[in-house]
């Protein structure tokens, strides 16, 4: 019972990766937790992710631009080196109401204000973006609503939006799950439950490329902001 939840994880979680870009550490953890502590659970959802992560990544190569990435990541990546000492320190059920109640915001502004999402942030929005991301991502290895929300903003098509997301998202699971072999969060036991999670992400993933062939910008985006609705609604009431 305990590898078919593992491997319906990440079956689950890289399909919505696959779809949005996003989301599947926020699939994960709702199944993961059951059978694994929270921290060793973040850990081993980021790590699940990486074969599909590699894959969007390769699928959408010739849109990488390290330029869109680098700055963004620096100051991520710097509040997450932070943050993911805190779980023992604040208390997280406020913090996950904190950032659910602000991706239900965010989804409805984006939902219903047609003009959102179309240009780039001013610099002090986008700083913000990447604050609170950092900070979530080192608490639960969650980051990617806001971040998805910031590459969507600065993409000129699909292909592009997903090769600056996923190239994100690869750079921060080694820099992550770094932070985390050397905390003793993530250890040699917690490997069978990364392969076998592995395996049904990528499989997730492959049925995700199939789809989006039949999708345009403009759909992709109303899925994005449905979704992180629904990832606020998640933290705001489980």
Do not use: C
């Not at 932070?179 to 395996?199: D, E, K």
């Amino acid at each position: 019972m305990t590898w078919l939840l593992v491997v319906i994880a990440g079956f689950l979680g890289g399909l919505v990766q696959g779809l949005t870009g996003f989301g599947a550490v926020i699939i994960m953890m709702i199944f993961l937790p059951n059978i694994l502590p929270i921290d060793q659970s973040a850990g081993v959802a980021g790590l699940m992710m990486l074969g599909s992560v590699l894959t969007l990544v390769y699928r959408n190569r010739h849109e990488i631009q390290l330029k869109r990435i680098i700055i963004p990541f620096l100051v991520y990546a710097s509040v997450a080196s932070w943050s993911v000492h805190l779980g023992h320190v604040l208390d997280v059920h406020l913090l996950r109401m904190m950032l659910g109640g602000l991706l239900v915001a965010l989804s409805l502004y984006f939902s219903f204000n047609k003009n959102s999402g179309s240009t780039a942030y001013p610099w002090y929005i986008a700083g913000m973006f990447m604050i609170i991301s950092g900070f979530f991502n080192g608490l639960f290895g969650i980051g990617g609503p806001l971040m998805a929300l910031y590459f969507l903003s600065k993409a000129r098509s699909l292909p592009q939006y997903l090769a600056d997301l996923q190239t994100f998202f690869l750079i921060d699971t080694f820099y992550i799950t770094t932070l985390r072999v050397a905390s003793g969060i993530v250890t040699v036991h917690l490997v069978p439950f990364i392969i076998i999670g592995m395996l049904g992400a990528i499989t997730g993933t492959t049925i995700a490329a199939h789809l989006l062939t039949h999708l345009k910008v403009d759909v992709m985006k109303r899925i994005i902001y449905v979704f992180i609705g629904l990832s606020g609604l998640y933290y705001l009431f489980v």
